[in-house]
């Protein structure tokens, strides 16, 4: 469907970002085809080589729960993503319609510090995973 209100630099930027996008979540449907034909899930490198589990740990587990509807199987493994994911997404659509309306790339000091608060929460997040497990 076009888009009368952008202009053709804009309607290009929009087709990149489209196109990007398909193409994730394109591999998203594989990966997820693949884990319901197999049972298979990427192992997680940091914990094959610590034993510990990262703060990214169990997002895929917790996807997958999600699709299936069980939001408390998605919580026991990784509620960090599940509380910070909302907040992601709407994030990524802010940044999306920056870049396509304004070819916008650069950070803000607002959206550097939420960044960082973020990054260090999921380290955060992380730690006292692991503390609990010990």
Known sequence: MPHPHLDNTQKTRLRILHKNLVQILLLGLLYTLWIF???IYIPCPFRLATGFKCPGCGISHAIIALVHGNISEAWTQNPFILCIGPFLLAYALYRAG????????HYRPWEI????????SAISFGILRNLAMH
């Open 37 to 39: 034909a197999t049972g």
């Open 98 to 105: 920056k870049y396509v309306k304004d070819n916008d790339t």
């Open 113 to 120: 510090a939420l960044l960082t608060i973020l990054f260090l």
